[in-house]
């Protein structure tokens, strides 16, 4: 059984893997990191908890990070489709919305109807590259 001086030294340790590896894009990355199991984890710092937060933060930084570091190489590579893949798998809804052509929205009422629409983005296909201002 864990005490509560472990369970301190164990949450300044994801923030230490955290902080030392901007590669650290998801909490499942934290959890594989620690000497505790992810139900653990998550029984100690529940989602919407000060420390989960302050984790997600962390975390948030690093996606920041990342983000930028694609978008630059967006401007001068030529393999869009790989970064791509990665952007999309980090980025906000908005992102989202603005790099897809199509964005499916579902949502569910109290009477368990399933309702689908379909998101305007407003973004035209570009049939040339030629064409996109970069």
């Known amino acids: 059984m864990y005490k509560e001086k ?5 949450y300044e340790q994801a923030k230490n893997v955290i902080e030392g590896d901007d590669n650290i894009l998801f909490l ?3 959890v594989a990191e620690l000497p505790i199991s992810k139900p653990t984890f998550y029984s100690w710092w529940p989602k919407g908890s000060d ?3 302050e984790l997600l933060a962390l975390i948030n930084t690093n996606r920041v990070k990342v983000k930028r570091y694609i978008r630059l190489k967006l ?9 791509l893949s990665l952007y999309r798998m980090i980025c906000t809804e908005e992102e989202r919305r603005a790099i897809n052509q199509n964005y499916i929205d579902v949502k569910a009422d109290v009477d368990n109807k399933i309702q689908i629409g ?3 983005t407003g973004v035209e296909p570009v049939s040339d590259e030629s064409e996109v201002d970069v």
């Open 51 to 53: 420390k989960y937060n």
């Open 6 to 10: 472990d369970k301190k030294k164990i």
């Open 118 to 120: 379909f998101i305007d």
């Open 75 to 83: 401007r001068i590579s030529g393999k869009a489709a790989e970064l």
């Open 28 to 30: 499942d990355d934290v």
